[in-house]
Every structure is written in C-alpha cells, then in structure tokens.
C-alpha cells in the first residue's frame, strides 16, 4: 500500500523555459494545449508517454484539502469572448479594474522553489476553474508554503503566494488569486532570484497579507500599471511579465517613505535602487552633460541635428533655454572665451558641463575651446557679458607640441566663407575647427585640438584633450601650460608606475580631482587611470584590458568582474565618472550600457542597466538593474545625492535614486 503523500517535479517558469528537460517540455505543452479551451474538472493532468529525468522526491506525508477562487480582469476568461460581466458573478466589486471568477482556467501548484507538485504516482496536481472561478483539490500539500499559478486564455498567468494556516490531514486550506496577488508574487520571485534565494526565504504570512491589501488599493485607485484601453485591463501574458512588475514596482517605489515601498524593504530586507527620466524642455537631441549648482537647478547640454542646447532645469521641474543651437544668442561667446579659438557660429558639442564659483563652465569637443556663463541661475536671457580673466598668451596659440597631428583636412575643397550647421558638423565630425576658408588654425599651431573635459582648482585649469592624447595644466597664476599627461599626437598603452608625461594615452575623455590626485577615463585603453600631483606618477585604478589584444589601436573591452578589485574588471568606453562625499566612485561603462560603481576598498559592482536582449529587460523607467541605458556621456549628483546620467544614445536625462538606499 502507497504511502499518503505527494512529491515534486523540478521545472519553473512553465511556459517559458522550453529547454530545461524533455519531461518538463512535454508537460508544458500539455498544459499549452488546455489553455483556452474547455476542460473537464477531474480529468487527471498526466503527462503520459513523456520521460520524467529530472529527481523526484517526497515533501511531507501530510496532505490536506486546497481551494479558493481565483479573480481576475474579465478577458482572461477563455470562453467568454464578448467579455460580458455579470453581476452576479460571486464576490464581484467595483475597482478600477473590471473583475470577476475566472471560469475555465487551469491551476497547478508548486514550491517556493518553483517545483511542480505531484502526487505518489507522479501526476501533477492541477485542477480547473468552475464558472465562478473557484478551484478545488482533494490533496494537496500541507503545513508548507504553496505557490498556486492560473493560466488561462491566450498564455495569461495569475499568481497567488500564501502559506496554508494548517498543517493536519484533509484540512481546507484556502488561498485566493487577484490580480493583487499576481503583481506581489511575481516581484517577490524576481527579487528573491535576484539575490539567489527563493521566495520562501522570505515568507510571512501578515507580511504578505499587508502586502496584498496596499497593492489591492492602488489597483481600486487605478494606479497600477498600463490599461489596455480596449480590455480595461493589464497585460498578464507570460511575455509581459517583466513589464507587468516593473509597472508595478514604479506605482510605489518612487515615493521611498510610502506604506507599501516600507512593507517591501521589510520583507525583503532591502530597499529599491530605480531610474526615473527627468524632462529637459528639449525637444530631442543627445545627452552630452549634466551638472547642478547649490540651489538644486540641473544644467543639460544636448545635441541635435539643429545645433546643441544647454538649459536649466529649475527644481520646481521648469526648464529654461541658457544657449540654443543659433547663430544669434551664442554669438557672445566671442567675448567669454576662455581658452581656444572663437566659435563665431555657435557651440557644437558643449561637454563638462560645471558649476564654479557661481559661473557655469564648459567645452566644445569638436571646436576646442572652453567657455563660461557668468550668471547662470538668472531668469532673464543670457546677454554679452564683459569679461575677462584667463585668457592665454597669444604665444599659447602659436606654440607647436613638439610632435604634430597632421591636418587631416589639408585637402578638404571649401565653397565659401560661412557654413551652415550641416557643413558645421560635417567638418567637425573629421575633427577639426576652422573659422572660414581663408582663416583657420592648424592642429600645430593649435594645442587644444579635441577639448573632452577640464578641472579647475584654485590655482589650475586642466584641460584634457582626446584627440591629441594629452592632458594639459595651465596655472592660472603665471599663465604658463604645461604637459602633466601623454604624448601629444602619439596613441597607445605604457607608462603605469612611472612619470605621466612619459606615458601613452589613447582618447582620454573625462577627468576629475579627487584628494591631490587627477583622474581621468583612458577611453580606448578601458581603463580609468590616475595622476598622484605630488609625485606627478601614473597608475591605472579600474580595468584591466590586456595591452596585446586589440583591434587597430584600440585595445579590446569587455564586461567582467563584480565583486572582485576594480585592477582586474573590464570595461568597454568608460565615458564618465565621479566620486561622491563618501569616496565612492561611479562611473559611466558605456559600450556595456552599464553604471558601476567602486567603492572605498576598491570593490567594483554593476548598480544599473541590463543587456537590451535580456527577457527580464524594460525600456524607460524601472528598477535599475531592469533598465536598458544608452551611452551615458553625463554623470552629475543633485542636492540629495542621486546620479543624474545624461544619455547620448537615447536623448533621455535619468536619475538613479541613491537617496533611496539612505
């Protein structure tokens, strides 16, 4: 005689995970063939003919009586396909959802661990939907969690968690399915595979039960993810899961202090790190930089195919034009130039975007020169200011490096003397900045030739050049330049562990000063490397490219090493990054579509952004390590201490809420 009992099968993600083993195949499309379609209560799920490989073992030998009634939007049910609500429907209610008993579903159940549940024979325990949408098993598990999954019409899924509050033989235990259930159960499994356990690690019943009831307001509020307007209901398909609890996660998680983001960081024991996108004003463009000042307003820049923009975001979210890609209002910056040639026709690609000393510095990569806005928090149009301060010796201008870039426009044919933004942009794509046809200078007489970034300190400017591999410390006292990094016109890898100036850079792109020490992206070497100012010695801080493996010049990145020493990661065009109050470095791995960040000892960890083809990826607003990013160009911490990163890819400016952590 069998022993009363029940075992389980190992298979989760029913419909999805086809290649898992021949045994679960065949009992998905079992299940596949039944959805939509009429069934018999009573008829045993028996994935007869199909080979059970995997291991199967014995839970408990208590078994007990299972039921409930699954609720659900009215277009999950299979056969009714005029979506007609009826009022008599049992426990239906107004919300802003149109519910009722989902008929004709089939239910199966299974472990926290994502196992199928089967009896002593075998056979999975499944049953299916009477009209009312309730659901009945004669045995089922006892005195354990029990995960209890619906699967209707055209592949939607409803969910339900709860741990049957009694454990002896033949006892009702009674768990229900909403759409409240489904939305906590299906960010509960993401979030406990995300830290690699399982969802009952982090069972509690009045926990869950308090977690149900908020999420039950927000939908009877109407807050809970997208509509669809011709169903009046959300998504359930299988495919849309990763969207379904990222709108779910969004509808609260924003609002840190809220009761249910509070109930979540208690179960989990954890708090949520999400992106949001910020409105610019812009219509359009690319995402270049991104700073703030000490009054909480963000300065932008972008590019478009009309120019390039920088504006003020105002805390209350107003945004306000400070230069547009015009001739006429960036005109003036023929009398605010700092270093650099006059950029009589306007700015092409504003980057290092900073707040200095009440004035908004910045520099145009492609025209090589760097200017200020003196009063950038005004709220009237931005007008000629009379300025003067560090302008270069003219013998800066005439200066030759002592190993020269060729021109490589010496043969471009000119067909007159003004350009227009296309031609503007064409010329500068090839690198180069030029006046008109008669008057321009050449990269050996010109020493800021492609003007990536810059650092001011007290007594220094340092302007880092990507096109010439050289970075540059004019003092501001003397103004005199000097070379502190690289070889002007020469590309390559050497030099860690000796002086700077000996060293070989390739596209250096960002620099910051952080504690007597000059950081800077080594963008085609992927690495970030430093400069110790005292002892002006070289050395890499993050990435670990091998110098033998490259293509052409560039040497190979990649995308290797959480949790281990930043020295040994690898990168692919880290673009930006920045340190915040505490030391901790975060940094833009941009061709990996990433932010990582490396903390005070050294360790290097991924925080947001996930590859595009994953399944679980989402576009737009979401948890940050759900998110898709473009190429982060801008990275910036507002006055709470979240990093605002602006896209180049994407056009979007985003915030990574890092105050949500505190």
């Known amino acids: 005689m069998k022993e009363a009992g029940y075992r389980f099968i190992g298979g989760s993600d029913l419909i999805n995970k086809w290649n898992r083993t021949l045994g679960v195949l065949a009992l998905s499309l079992t299940l596949m063939a039944l959805v939509g379609c009429p069934a018999k209560n009573g008829n045993p799920l028996n994935p007869a003919g199909s080979v059970l490989t995997y291991k199967v073992g014995i839970i408990s030998n208590n078994s007990a009586k299972l039921g409930g009634q699954v609720m659900g939007p009215s277009g999950i049910i299979s056969n009714n396909s005029a979506k007609i609500i009826s009022n008599n429907s049992a426990k239906y209610r107004t919300s802003a959802y149109d519910v009722k008993g989902v008929d004709n579903a089939i239910v199966y159940l299974t472990s926290p661990d994502e196992e199928f549940y089967t009896d002593t024979d075998g056979k999975v325990l499944f049953a299916v939907t009477d009209a009312n949408g309730n659901y009945h098993f004669d045995k089922a598990p006892g005195g354990v969690p029990v995960i209890v999954t619906v699967v209707g019409a055209n592949d939607r899924r409803l969910v339900g968690f709860r741990k049957p509050l009694k454990d002896n033989r033949q006892t009702e235990q009674k768990i229900d399915v909403s759409l409240a259930t489904t939305f906590m159960t299906e960010l509960l499994r993401s979030q406990a595979k995300d830290q690699g356990l399982s969802m009952g690690d982090f069972f509690s019943e009045p926990k869950l039960s308090h977690i149900v009831d908020l999420t039950q307001t927000l939908l009877d509020e109407g807050k809970l993810g997208t509509i669809d307007v011709e169903k009046g209901l959300p998504d359930l398909a299988i495919r849309n899961i ?76 107003a945004s306000f034009d400070l230069l547009g890609g015009t001739t006429d209002n960036t005109r003036w910056l023929n009398r605010s130039l700092l270093f650099g040639n006059s950029p009589w026709w306007g700015i092409n690609y504003p980057r290092g975007l900073t707040y200095y000393n009440n004035e908004l510095y910045f520099c145009d990569l492609n025209n090589a020169f760097l200017a200020k806005i003196p009063n950038p928090k005004s709220s009237d149009q931005v007008t000629p200011p009379d300025w003067s ?100 016109g020469q590309r390559g890898f050497s030099g860690d562990g000796g002086p700077a100036d000996q060293a070989l850079l ?152 890092l105050s949500n952590l505190k």
């Not at 202090?257 to 004003?281: M, R």
């Not at 046809?437 to 492609?450: I, M």
């Not at 910051?512 to 963008?523: R, V």
């Open 242 to 317: 990763p969207k379904l609890r990222n709108d779910y996660l969004m509808a609260f998680a924003t609002q840190k202090d809220s009761e249910l983001s509070l109930a979540w960081s208690d179960l989990l024991k954890q708090k949520f790190l999400i992106v949001t996108s910020i409105p610019t004003g812009l219509n359009g463009g690319n995402g270049v930089s991104v700073t703030t000042d000490d009054a909480g307003n963000i300065y932008y820049s972008a590019t478009s195919d009309t120019g390039a923009s920088i504006v003020r975001i105002a805390p209350t979210g």
């Open 389 to 488: 301060g560090d302008e270069l010796p003219e013998s800066f201008y005439n200066s030759s490096f002592t190993e020269a870039v060729p021109n490589p426009l010496d043969d471009l044919v000119w067909e007159g003397a003004t350009y227009s933004w296309l031609n503007f942009n064409k010329v500068c794509s090839l690198g180069e900045y030029y006046k008109s046809a008669d008057d321009f200078r050449t990269l050996e007489k010109l020493p800021l030739f492609g003007l990536a970034d810059f650092a001011i300190a007290d007594d220094s400017i340092y302007l880092c050049d990507s096109k010439k591999n050289v970075i540059l410390e004019y003092d501001r006292n003397s103004k005199a330049y000097s070379v502190l990094a690289g070889k002007s």
């Open 506 to 657: 390739n596209g250096p792109y960002d620099i910051a000063l952080q504690n007597g020490a000059l950081y800077f992206t080594d963008i085609s070497n992927q690495r970030i490397r430093k400069i110790d100012l005292s002892t002006k010695l070289i050395s890499t801080v993050v990435g670990n490219s091998n110098p033998a493996d490259k293509v052409g010049d560039v040497l190979k990145g990649g995308y290797a090493g959480d949790g281990g020493p930043a020295t040994s990661a690898l990168l692919a065009y880290p673009h930006k990054f920045l340190f915040d109050a505490d030391g901790n470095m975060f940094l833009s791995d941009s061709d990996n579509q990433r932010i990582r960040k490396v903390d005070k000892n050294g360790v290097i960890t991924t925080i947001a952004g996930m590859d595009p083809l994953d399944p679980n990826a989402v576009s737009g607003d979401g948890l940050a390590k759900w998110v898709t990013l473009g190429e982060i160009q801008g990275l910036a911490l507002d006055k709470d201490g979240n990093l605002l990163m602006a896209d180049a890819r994407t056009g979007a400016l985003r915030k990574l809420w």
